[in-house]
């Protein structure tokens, strides 16, 4: 071959310098303004015409990343990111070969029988009938994102985990998700949300797989079978898809009576958050910790998120569901690729490893810690921030990533260790047999997304999907033959040791404690620690889902169990459900937990969208400062005008890029409305309407004439009239501080 490259090698290698170049040009901007509306689908934009000349694949965007390169065997790799992206600039087949045509199969003649010599078609959908496998029997909906956990020292004392160390830096990974429906479900149903993270550190992975409510249905393991079977879709219909508004969850749950207190929170406004970014992560069971001295301490994680704990009104989440059902992953997708990188502290509730006055361990103040349907008030155990956790990239590729993270709670780092907690226990075998069955078999850890960033010298051999590379003779312990290796660690050397435990009962039984008999005290609390508002937004859920069951005894036996809760609630359900009001019987007498609430408290602007409605008349530098001012302030702005492109004629600098159309705006999106001018267009009537319904802040420049039938005044909480674009963010941020104008009273629907 000549040394001299062909002229269409050349055109491929300046086409493809153009890409790099443009995509530099694109991450300089995203990287150093960090402003950018987000909704970039590629990192160039397209051509109009079809591209002819060939180029390479292109780079990712600025905003995501893969998983960091590490062998099989959790060795870093010389090889960069990219090395196990697609190559060169022709389509090959999985062999490399190169494909003239994909457009046609091989054919006996152009009318004939296809051929089966076509190794190209067959190789196609041969792979194509086996992209899928099998989803997640739960948490099958879900988003990931990547990011960095840095320490800060504080846990040194209970714990000698190295990720905990003080300006450690660990990579993670996230997958939040709902629990119940399927991959093609929504977004905003009314679910617990999984909240699991993937902690890459230098000990080992460390696997915190919790959900945004702290206590589960359930106290052992051995139900949960149970407790998802009745609340997945009924299998003769296979409806309703996610969702537990139907006779078999409330048939399981109105007998199995320790379901009740997840159940409450449930019903909560924690029900439906407004997003991923403004969710609580709970480890919901109890983890014993060891120091350097071996000293041990009991505790319970918790995320606390930057932004606070935030829930969509019901109308929000119906809204959702039809007009944007990925309303979750996109915006924590967006969020990220616009700069306003999601922050959570980890904090932990840390309790003696003692025995009380009546020698029982793993008590506190008279409540179980073994048991994973109750909490400790954060009154009782403050919690201790030890770190934070940052999201700053999104992934590469959904099923790679998002799809193929395979987490265990018995995936730990040496000073973190489990506890007897029954449900936790069943969980440590359940989470590796599920791998197996979608993973294809043992050897799911050596997935990219889910390999260690420690060395790995296992003595696990071959298997399906095995991709490491073993070398030796003797995969066995003793051994001299490969000089002894691997050597067993002792405790100096970091080794993941188990704290021994003294079994008080040695007794084999299938029963469980007297302390674990409670089954309403805490919904009681629960329920009486949240504000008026709230409380009636749990009767509305309640009402809602027993109204949707046919069964009338399964919705008396349900409201006859909140009785034992709250009267005054199952009175208010059975009106609701036309049946007569329960027998008034006692109730747990209860401190109050403000901690539970999600209202009260104000929290930063950070990261909120702020909807900016103009018309084509519009001042564009009006809107463009109020645009620059919303991202100075670390918001993102959505510009929402009658047509799309950009407002204003001349150069970009000059113009403002539109988001959002009249026809593909909804009010569910934006924490905020700043209305520059008000259109008179029947869209964004109803935008500003649902906006006044649903006690969101809106700033106006325009007089609000003619919106006094949706109940809007300018003397309306969380409403404000500014006269110029300046004024427009000191008047909102204090507005939307409280996330929401809850004083605001509901306007008459006619």
Known sequence: MSDKKSAASKTAEAAAKKVADAAGKLADEVIGGGDVVPGVPAPTPPSLEEPTDPTGPLPPKPDQKGATPYSPTGAESSDTEDAARQQGEFLTTAQGARLSETDHSQKAGRRGPVLLQDHHLREKIMHFDHERIPERAVHARGAGAHGVFVGN??????????????????????????????????????????????????????????????????????????VVHAAKPHPDREIPQAQSAHDTFWDFVSLHTEAQHHTMWNMSDRGIPRSYRTMEGFGVHTFRLINDAGETSLVKFHWKPHLGVHSLVWEEAQIAAGMDPDLHRRDLADAIEAGAFPKWDLGIQVFPDTVDSDGVSEMFHGIDLLDPTKIVPEELAPVQVIGTMTLNANPKNYFAETEQVAFHPGHLAPGIDVTSDPLLQGRLFSYLDTQLTRLGGPNFGQLPINRPHAPVNDMLRDGMHQT?????????????????????AGASDGALVEVAQQIADAQVVRDAPATFDDHFSQATLFYASMTEVEQEHIAAAYTFELGKCYEENIKIRQVEQLARIDHGLAVTVATGLGLP??????????????????????????????GILVTEGSDVAAVKELEQAVFADDMVPLVIAPTGG?????????????????????????????????????????????????????????????????????????????????????????????????????????
């Open 468 to 488: 490491a590379d073993h070398v030796g003779v003797a995969p066995y312990q003793p051994n001299s033959l490969d000089g002894g290796c691997p050597f067993l």
């Open 646 to 750: 950009r407002l204003g004629e001349g150069e970009p600098d000059a113009t403002v890029a539109v988001s959002r159309t009249y026809q593909t705006q909804r009010s569910i999106e934006f924490d905020a409305l700043v209305v520059v001018d008000l259109p008179a267009h029947p869209r964004t009537d109803v935008l500003i309407s649902e906006m006044y319904r649903h006690k969101k802040a809106i700033a106006s420049l325009a007089p609000l004439d003619g919106l006094a039938d949706v109940g809007l005044t300018t003397d309306s909480p969380g409403v404000v009239v500014v006269d110029e674009a300046a004024g427009v963010l000191p008047a909102l941020k204090p507005l939307l501080a409280t996330h929401r104008a809850w004083d605001r009273p509901d306007p008459v629907r006619i």
């Open 581 to 610: 009001a329960p027998a008034e019987v006692p109730t747990a007498e209860v401190v109050t937990s403000p901690a539970l609430s999600q209202i009260g408290r104000e929290w930063p602007s950070d990261g909120r969208l702020i």
């Open 153 to 226: 020292g504080a846990a040194s004392r209970v714990c000698k985990a190295g990720v905990f160390a003080d300006g450690k830096e660990t990579e993670v990974f996230v997958r939040f998700s709902t629990v119940l429906g399927s991959r093609g479900s929504a977004d905003t149903v009314r679910d617990t949300r999984g909240f699991a993270t993937k902690l890459y550190t230098d000990e080992g992975t460390w696997d915190l797989v919790g959900n945004n409510i702290p206590v589960f249905f359930i106290q052992d393991a051995i139900k949960f079978p149970d």
